[in-house]
């Protein structure tokens, strides 16, 4: 499913236009960029958790070359699915 295909299943779940379904998911991605980026946590309960982990500094190679290269550390944001989200996959 992409971003317009969702738009439209909003838009028809939640009987609203297509337009108002657009503004709020950007609304929703929006919030949950911003949080994040201030290295907070988003809990949507039944769905699952939004965060900010720490990867470390790091050794890679080049596939082309084989050549060592070195990986700086970054912030990488990580999803963690709810009980109920498991559930309903499984």
Same mark, same amino acid.
């Given at each position: 499913?992409?971003?317009?295909?969702?738009?439209?299943?909003? !838009?028809?779940?939640?009987?609203?236009?297509?337009?108002?379904?657009?503004?709020?998911?950007?609304?929703?991605?929006?919030?949950?960029?911003?949080?994040?980026?201030?290295?907070?946590?988003?809990?949507?309960?039944? $769905?699952?958790? $939004?965060?900010?982990? !720490?990867?470390? !500094?790091?050794?890679?190679?080049?596939?082309?070359?084989?050549?060592?290269?070195?990986?700086?550390? !970054?912030?990488?944001?990580? $999803?963690?699915?709810?009980?109920?989200?498991?559930?309903?996959?499984?």
């Amino acid at each position: 499913m992409n971003k317009t295909e969702l738009i439209d299943h909003i !838009a028809k779940h939640a009987d609203i236009s297509k337009a108002a379904a657009g503004r709020s998911l950007d609304a929703l991605v929006g919030a949950v960029k911003s949080t994040l980026k201030k290295n907070g946590t988003v809990t949507l309960v039944g $769905f699952g958790t $939004f965060a900010v982990t !720490a990867r470390a !500094a790091r050794t890679g190679r080049n596939p082309r070359t084989g050549e060592a290269i070195k990986i700086k550390k !970054a912030k990488v944001p990580k $999803f963690r699915p709810g009980k109920a989200l498991k559930d309903a996959v499984n």
